[in-house]
Every structure is written in C-alpha cells, then in structure tokens.
C-alpha cells in the first residue's frame, strides 16, 4: 500500500474534489466534512493544520464513506474490483469459480482499468483475454464490467472527469427553486439518492424542490403530471391524469404540497376541498413532511371528504422506493 503526504488543507480540498465528482455534486470543503461521520478515524487530523500522512487504501476508505453519505453508493468504504464482482454475483460466485481464478480475473481486470485510465493502446488486448477468461460462465461477463464500471466510476485511484455543467451544487436542494430543466425530469436523482441516505434532511429542502419531488414520484407512478409555477399558483401544486386522459378532462387528483415542520392544519384540507369542486377533480392529495392535525383529519372524516394524506414517512418510502445509488453520475463507461 502506497502512502499519501501533503499538508491537512490539501487532503480536505482532494477529499471533496474526489468525493464530488464521483457523486455528481460540487462539494465545497464545508459540505465534505459536513458529510463526514462525526466519528471518523480521519475527522480531527483533517480539521488540523497539520501535514497528514496516509496510506492511499486509507484514502481511498474516505472517499468511500463520503459517497455513501451522499447517497451515491449503497454501503460505505470502498470495495475492491473483486468484492463489487462477488456482490453482484452473489453466493453463486463459488460455483463458478475457484477462489484464485477470481484472483486472476480481478488482476487483469485492475490491469485493464489501469490501461484504459491512461489510455493504452494495450488496453483492447487485455479486455479480449478478460472476456475468453470469463466466456461460457452465465451472467459473469455482465456482472464484471458492472463491477469495472463501478471501480472505474467510484474508486479515487482512477481519474475521473467530469464537466463543471454536469455538476450540481448539494446546496441548491436546500436553496434553490431551479427544477431540472428537462422536461422529462422534475427532480434529480442524485438528490433523491441524497435524500435516501439522509432522510432527516428532508424537512430542511426549498419547498420547490419538495413540489419537484412529488411530480417525480407521480411521474414515475404512471400519471401525467402538471406542475404548477410555484408561486402564484392558486394554491394547487399539481394536477394528476391517469395515462391516456382525454384531453381537457378534470384532473383525477389535484395535490396541495406542505413542506412544513407543523402538522397541517384544516384550513389546508377545505382549500384543498374548495378547489377539487372548482375543478371537478376526483380526489384530493396533501403531501408534507410532517402529518395531518388531528382537526383536519377529523373534518376528512365527518365530511367524507375524498382527500388523502402522504405524510413523511410516506414520502420516505417514496425516496427509498425511487433511490438508485450509482445512478445520476455512473454511465457507460466501458463496453
């Protein structure tokens, strides 16, 4: 194992670089340590102003738990090539293979990264004889370029560039009414794996970003969605159609969306009763990040009001449900 020495600011400053742009966020050196676990082994050496010695496996373990607190990998630390091949395949990988063939295969595979890091014109001869040494074995192939892909993507060892344009700034779920700009997308899915890993940060996020959220999740779920503007909306945050309405027709939910430390309280629910009947939508939906009152809920019910409610650990599941955590910043790197 190699080692790293350079003073404790530049270790900070590298950390965040590696941890970002391995996880598609513009990171200051704030937010690295913010994410941080409060009792890393690494913690008080890297808030020193000390010069810092560490072994580069070390190093690289830091990257790995910053990228699991950004949500951007489903455990922390950092695998080698042949754990993210064994977890893939499962407990099936010994009845594919002896325990120093899967040795092998993980050398030449490092080999290739390495060459193909740099850019080797060596490089497609060695992914030909690691393609003959994985042929016949089902799924194997498969699986170990997703493990490449991952150690390529995620591992500070290998350089990773990735454009400024194509970085989002972690601050902006928490400051920022800006939605992405595709239509296709009405919020980032580096944020929801963000908010996958950090659940408790989701009553801290702009309430545009909570609209934005929401319309994702119905998206996903199979509705069209019509996100309002925010402000001046009338107080309806979206419309929801079932695939294949007429156009023109109501909407068949109308939602009112309260990030909100508060319990949402009845005035909520008979605005939001007020506008199914202007509209002549079937149902009505309060989403918050906290829960109904207990008056509201019992106006729902002595009313028979056809209005539901998401509360927080609804939308968490929501998250979870949506959270894909090499998404967002992994593509097809090899192939």
């Not at 194992?1 to 990171?27: K, N, Q, T, Y």
């Not at 990257?63 to 695998?79: E, W």
Request: glycine content about 8%; hydrophobic content about 45%.
């Amino acid at each position: 194992m190699g080692h790293i020495i350079m003073p404790a600011f530049a270790f900070r400053s590298a950390l965040s670089e590696d941890s970002g742009v391995r996880s598609g966020f513009a990171l200051s050196e704030a937010d690295m340590l913010a994410h941080l676990p409060a009792n890393h082994h690494l913690r008080e050496r890297l808030i020193s102003d000390e010069v810092l010695r560490l072994g580069s496996d070390d190093y690289a373990e830091a990257v790995g738990d910053l990228l699991f607190a950004l949500g951007a990998t489903p455990k922390p630390g950092m695998p080698t090539l042949g754990m993210r091949l064994m977890a893939l395949l499962g407990g099936d990988w010994r009845s594919q293979f002896a325990l120093d063939e899967l040795l092998t295969i993980e050398a030449v595979a490092n080999h290739y990264l390495r060459l193909r890091n740099q850019n080797d014109d060596e490089q497609a001869a060695i992914f030909a004889e690691l393609k003959a040494m994985v042929d016949g074995k089902a799924g194997v192939f498969d699986a170990l370029i997703e493990a490449m892909t991952h150690d390529l993507a995620f591992n500070p060892h290998f350089t990773r560039d990735v454009a400024n344009a194509d970085m989002v700034a972690l601050s902006a779920l928490f400051a920022s009414e800006q939605l992405p700009a595709d239509g296709a997308q009405y919020f980032d899915q580096r944020f929801i794996n963000y908010l996958g890993s950090q659940p408790d940060k989701l009553g801290d996020i702009h309430w545009r970003q909570f609209e934005g959220l929401t319309a994702e999740w119905f998206q996903r779920s199979g509705y069209d969605v019509e996100l309002g503007p925010g402000r001046n909306d009338g107080s309806v945050d979206l419309r929801l159609w079932h695939r294949g309405a007429q156009p023109g027709a109501p909407p068949a939910v109308i939602v009112q969306c309260k990030r909100q430390k508060q319990k949402v309280e009845r005035v909520v629910v008979k605005a939001l009763y007020a506008d199914m009947l202007e509209e002549r939508a079937g149902a009505g939906l309060v989403v918050t990040t906290s829960d109904i009152s207990p008056g509201a809920a019992k106006d729902v019910r002595a009313r028979a009001y056809p209005i539901t409610t998401a509360n927080r650990k609804q939308v968490q599941d929501w998250i979870q449900a949506m959270r894909k955590p090499h998404a967002g910043i992994v593509s097809d790197l090899i192939g």
